[in-house]
């Protein structure tokens, strides 16, 4: 497929059509000329899924891993924007509590409102 203009999207054609396109550039690396395509197909599917679809009610960890299967990001993914693979896994595993660092790093990369990852939720005992 062509490099697209995009803009806001507005339908569900639209929004398929921005799916399907981040499909083939999810795994676009910094120095790739579809790097900035890939972010911008994050903000908008993100915004458009915000005005269309309510996140599920669920616990934080849910959340954040249902965001992570939407953008195709693994555990690395996190480790990398938090700087410690074993907290993260840790906290993916109900083991130790989301942070208020990880709670404004994890909501901004994966476009979660703050306030749904600060809800209350059980950890596992270790």
């Known amino acids: ?48 899924e915000a005005k269309h679809s309510a996140l599920p ?20 993914d996190l480790a990398h924007i938090y700087g410690d693979k074993g907290t993260v896994s840790k906290v993916l595993n109900y083991k130790q509590a989301l942070s208020l660092s990880m709670i404004r790093k994890f909501g901004q990369f994966l476009h979660i409102p703050a306030d749904l990852l600060i809800r209350e939720y059980s950890l596992k005992s270790v």
């Open 1 to 48: 497929m062509e490099h697209n203009q995009w803009y806001l999207i507005e339908t569900e054609e639209e929004y398929e059509a921005a799916l399907n396109r981040y499909d083939q550039v999810k795994f676009a690396t910094k120095a790739s000329t579809y790097y900035r395509e890939k972010l911008l197909l994050v903000h908008l599917i993100s915004e458009y």
């Open 57 to 76: 009610e669920v616990d934080p960890i849910e959340l954040i891993k249902t965001r992570m299967e939407d953008f195709g990001y693994k555990p690395a």
